[in-house]
């Protein structure tokens, strides 16, 4: 087996709010806390050969149960952050329906890219980072299943680095918090093996 497995961090409070977290710091909820050593109970015989994590705390503090079951320190980069949005970060939807209004909200849900929020990071810095941290776990890849824990805006344009696929594809994915998604290595070419795969947190409520 020669894969690489995204996962997207627990869930926090600021998700079940549905606040924008972008770059703010928010640490894992009860929820987040309990996914995670579950995450970490599901891959406990997985063969993980590496661990590379966006710096925050929500996305280590994911990590940490499974690389404490595989003795495996994990590497921390920044360059897995998630999208930083600007004036936008801990706002609800309704927070900015409320003061930018609703026509402003509607274009950025439809297309963020050419629509982002005031102060957001630039797409193009945002693909030049995840492009460079997926680069370098590629160029270690060895037998064995390789993580990389963080965040759903940063993880879908990550995935689609690792396939080749054009990142425009990003916003028509979706991952849940501590979902996994596998692209193996084993063939000639990279195969999307499952996407957003939450079936070990049990039947969704």
């Not at 929500?58 to 690389?67: D, E, F, G, L, S």
């Not at 998630?82 to 950025?108: F, K, Q």
């Not at 501590?178 to 084993?186: E, H, K, L, N, P």
Request: contains cysteine; glycine residues 8%; hydrophobic residues 40%.
């Amino acid at each position: 087996m020669r894969g690489i497995w995204f996962v997207r961090h627990g869930a926090t409070d600021w998700n079940r709010d549905h606040r924008l977290q972008g770059q703010t710091d928010i640490a894992l909820s009860a929820e987040g806390l309990a996914q995670a050593e579950t995450l970490a109970l599901t891959l406990a015989e997985c063969p993980v050969a590496s661990i590379t994590c966006s710096d925050l705390q929500r996305a280590v503090r994911t990590a940490r149960p499974i690389a404490r079951l595989h003795g495996i320190e994990p590497f921390l980069t920044p360059d897995l952050r998630e999208v930083c949005l600007g004036d936008w970060e801990g706002l609800t939807p309704d927070d900015i329906r409320a003061r930018w209004g609703e026509a402003v909200l509607s274009a950025y849900q439809g297309d963020p890219t050419t629509n982002p929020p005031p102060g957001a990071e630039e797409r193009s810095e945002v693909e030049q980072r995840v492009s460079r941290a997926i680069t370098a776990v590629l160029e270690d890849l060895t037998d064995g299943v390789h993580l990389v824990v963080g965040h759903g805006g940063t993880l879908r344009t990550a995935i689609c680095c690792a396939i080749g696929a054009p990142t425009e594809l990003a916003r028509r994915m979706w991952l849940d918090n501590a979902s996994i998604t596998r692209v193996d290595f084993g063939s000639r070419l990279p195969r999307l093996i499952s996407l957003n795969d939450t079936s070990h947190l049990g039947p969704k409520r």
